[in-house]
T-cell receptor, first 113, second 113 residues
């Protein structure tokens, strides 16, 4: 049973527009969420995170929104740039647990010039 | 600068052979993790360790083993390689109690023929 779901395998947007990547989770024990970015032939790199005590966290062009009642989070990238083209993974962890991360399958974002 | 390295970056082996993938981190992190990435599955946890002499099974541990004799290294061993273990393998580390962010290595692409 997949606990972290990224239902869109791919997303294509125009440079300068907003990119919205979505993630749903089923485990109510998850209370910390992270987004990772991965370029081909490289390891994933941490992008932004959010604790369940917040509903929004912003870092430059990247904002993550958390809707706990819907068990849904989203990553907004504004404005999108061609260098943002990568695979984005959503991950979740349960505090007080094992510090393991559970990852979604990823969404491949393509930003067209 | 602190880093996490993996070797080899590419490996081709035959079915039935024992293979060991190396992971070395200079962050001095107690937590270390091994994942595999496959198309359609995202990142799946194989084994993890919270410190020297500690090892734990992850979601897809069958056919794999790890050992932790020091803080810096967590080698992953495939006891008898199978074609189903053809994948890209990532090692990661994190600092317990301060952040759930995991730092990833560049990955090892393993092909079992």
């Amino acid at each position: 049973d997949q606990q972290v779901k990224q239902n869109s395998p791919s997303l294509s947007v125009q440079e300068g527009r907003i990119s919205i990547l979505n993630c749903d989770y089923t485990n109510s024990m998850f209370d910390y969420f992270l987004w990772y970015k991965k370029y081909p032939a490289e390891g994933p790199t941490f992008l932004i995170s959010i604790s369940s005590i917040k509903d929004k966290n912003e870092d430059g062009r990247f904002t993550v929104f958390l809707n706990k009642s819907a068990k849904h989070l989203s990553l907004h990238i504004v404005p999108s740039q061609p260098g943002d083209s990568a695979v984005y993974f959503c991950a979740a962890s349960a505090q007080g647990g094992s510090e393991k991360l559970v990852f979604g399958k990823g969404t491949k974002l393509t930003v067209n010039p | 600068d602190a880093e996490i390295t993996q070797s080899p970056r590419h490996k081709i082996t035959e079915t039935g052979r024992q293979v060991t993938l190396a992971c070395h981190q200079t962050w001095n992190h107690n937590n270390m993790f091994w994942y595999r990435q496959d198309l359609g599955h995202g990142l799946r946890l194989i084994h993890y360790s919270y410190g020297v002499q500690d090892t734990n099974k992850g979601e897809v541990s069958d056919g794999y083993s790890v050992s932790r004799s020091n803080t810096e290294d967590l080698p992953l061993t495939l006891e008898s390689a199978a074609s189903s273990q053809t994948s890209v393998y990532f090692c990661a580390s994190s600092d317990p109690g301060t952040s759930y962010e995991q730092y990833f290595g560049p990955g090892t692409r393993l092909t079992v023929t």
